[in-house]
Each structure stands twice: as structure tokens, then as C-alpha cells.
């Protein structure tokens, strides 16, 4: 019987948290059907359901919430801006536009990219390579600190006509040379 009324009793208790609030105590964007909700109450919403939540560990966050490396600018180069930008862009993800020379195909192109791409990454600089003209790709860099390097790779290559970093474009040793395409398409 004792067992019976502590059930009865728990029931009771945990109804009256588990109830569903008056529409009077809701918010007005609340109140509103699911269907009719705007991008702001989602986003109202998605914050209520996380108001509760441990915070991410800073390796997890998105890149525009994590703090930015610390640079000691006193152990820097002033007169060298590029190793100020390169220190500078520590941790952050950074864009490279690389142009082959002498408007080769698309085919060629990808070709020539993929072949730099795994230069680079056998000299452990991680770039993702996005091929967007038939002569230009982007090569994207986790760690921008590590372009630098991939542009030093990339001036060195023979169908390089320029890699633009940083709002500076760097010409190849030779931009007009004529491409040796192995398996261009006709």
C-alpha cells in the first residue's frame, strides 16, 4: 500500500513540472505555428535549446569564435612584411590564386594543379585545390601561415604564371612558357 501512495504521489509531483506552459507566459514569437516561424525565431529557438549546453572545447568551435594565436610582434621582422603577414596568419584559414601559364585547357589545368597539390602536401603543407577558370585555381590553407612556403613551391614551378597572396601578385620564373600537355582533350 506504501508503495502504492509513493507512486501515486510521484506522479503527481512530476505532472506538475512536465506541464505545458500557458500561452500567457510564452513569448510572442512563441505563440506563433511552427511553419510561420522567420529565420530570427529559429535562431531564438536554436539559443534556448543550447542556453543549457557545455561549451565547446576551443580546438571544436568554428573558426571565427576561437582566439586568435597570440603574436609576439617584439621577436618580428618589422621590414619584412611578408614574415609579419605569415606570423600574423597563424591558425587561420587563408586563399591563394594560382594562374598557369599560357592559357592551357582545363584538362591540363587540373592536371598540372593536382601534381602541385601533392608537391605540397609531400612537403606536409596541407592546401585544398578548387579549380575555377581554365587557367586559375584557389588553393585554400588551413594554417595560413603555411602559404608562404606553397608560394616559394609554386614560384618555382615552370608553367606558373603568377600566384596572388594577400592582395600581391608574385609572377613566375616564366609565365610565357608554352605548356607541355601530356593529355590535353581536343
Known amino acids: 500500500m506504501a508503495k502504492l501512495l509513493y507512486f501515486i504521489i510521484l506522479l503527481c509531483v512530476s505532472g506538475s513540472f512536465g506541464k505545458k506552459p500557458k ?5 510572442a514569437w512563441a505563440k506563433k505555428d511552427i ?44 621590414s ?13 584559414t587563408l586563399m591563394m590564386f594560382v594562374r598557369v601559364a599560357n592559357k592551357p585547357s582545363r584538362a591540363r589545368t587540373d592536371e598540372l594543379t593536382k601534381i602541385w597539390q601533392t608537391g605540397l602536401w609531400s612537403n606536409h603543407i596541407q592546401a585544398e585545390r578548387y579549380v575555377i577558370d581554365d587557367d586559375r585555381a584557389i588553393f585554400m590553407f588551413t594554417d595560413g ?26 609572377t613566375g620564373k616564366n609565365p610565357d612558357v608554352k605548356n607541355k600537355a601530356i593529355r590535353d582533350e581536343l
Request: proline share 8%; no cysteine.
Open 23 to 27: 500561452d500567457e507566459e510564452k513569448p
Open 35 to 78: 511553419r510561420d516561424f522567420s529565420d530570427a525565431d529559429m535562431e531564438r529557438l536554436f539559443d534556448q535549446w543550447e542556453e543549457d549546453e557545455e561549451p565547446l572545447p576551443e580546438d571544436e568551435q568554428p573558426e571565427h569564435m576561437r582566439k586568435p594565436p597570440s603574436v609576439d610582434f617584439s621577436k618580428l621582422d618589422m
Open 80 to 92: 619584412n612584411p611578408d614574415a609579419v603577414l605569415q606570423a600574423s596568419k597563424k591558425g587561420q
Open 145 to 170: 601561415s603555411q602559404a608562404w612556403a606553397a608560394k616559394e613551391y609554386f614560384l618555382d614551378q615552370e608553367e606558373l604564371s603568377d600566384v596572388q597572396l594577400e592582395s600581391q601578385t608574385y
